[in-house]
């Protein structure tokens, strides 16, 4: 199996700029998660979804996060407008059945993004 | 709600010493624990797990951690440490009710000296 491919690896954007990343999880996993990471706050939750649907977005820092999850191999996180407090690395993560029990979250190679 | 504290930001080890990452949560009832292992430039790995049953947990890569409820502690260890394991560990806390959630702790950065 490929893990869990995330594309870009590196992005580099304007301020303003829209900016999409992507994530294809695992094949057969039903949950889907997006994480942030930075120095400051270290690896935070954004959203998951579970069989495409979004569980839990409490996390998404404001509007102009979009997350979607079109059917169960596909994923995108989008910002719009970007800013520079945006910068960070995006990590896109996919389990099984999403119980925390029996099942591991794997995670993508994560998407390296700055925004100038 | 739940979280988790790992008090050393950086540790600097010796290869073939032995290790102990420190990992403190808090949650109200049994947790449901990990530690992760992130390499540079790469995604987070899963090391091991802890639900229930046995506190003392085996994982990949000869690391094990053991559970203390008494000290809200779930500490990583390693007989001997490999060059190759300078990277960063989290340990993270999931949720056992209405959800899927991870709560990682800052991470600690841990440097081999050969």
């Known amino acids: 199996d490929a893990g869990v491919i995330q594309s870009p690896r590196h992005e580099v954007t304007e301020m303003g700029q829209e900016v999409t990343l992507r994530c294809k999880p695992i094949s057969g996993h039903d949950y889907l998660f997006w994480y942030r990471q930075t120095m400051m706050r270290g690896l935070e939750l954004l959203i998951y979804?579970?069989?495409?649907?979004?569980?839990?977005d409490s996390g998404m820092p404001e509007d102009r996060f979009s997350a979607k999850m079109p059917n169960a191999s596909f994923s995108t996180l989008k910002i719009q407008p970007s800013e520079p407090r945006d910068s960070a690395v995006y990590f896109c993560?996919?389990?099984?059945?999403?119980?925390?029990?029996?099942?591991?979250?794997?995670f993508g190679p994560g998407t390296r993004l700055t925004v100038l | 709600a739940q979280s988790v504290t790992q008090p050393d930001i950086h540790i600097t080890v010796s290869e073939g010493a032995s290790l102990e990452l420190r990992c403190n949560y808090s949650?109200?009832?049994?947790?449901?624990l990990f530690w992760y292992v992130q390499s540079p430039g790469q995604g987070l790995q899963l090391l091991l797990k802890y639900f229930s049953g046995d506190t003392l947990v085996q994982g990949i890569k000869g690391f094990e951690a053991e559970f203390k409820r008494s000290q809200s502690s779930f500490n990583l260890r390693k007989p001997s440490v490999h060059w190759s394991d300078a990277a960063e560990y989290f340990c993270?806390?999931?949720?056992?009710?209405?959800?899927?959630?991870?709560?990682f702790g800052t991470g600690t950065q841990l440097k081999v000296e050969l």
């Open positions: 993270a806390v999931g949720s056992t009710g209405g959800g899927n959630k991870l709560t």
């Open positions: 949650y109200g009832a049994t947790p449901y």
């Open positions: 979804f579970n069989n495409n649907v979004p569980i839990d």
């Open positions: 993560a996919s389990s099984l059945a999403g119980g925390l029990y029996t099942d591991t979250q794997y």
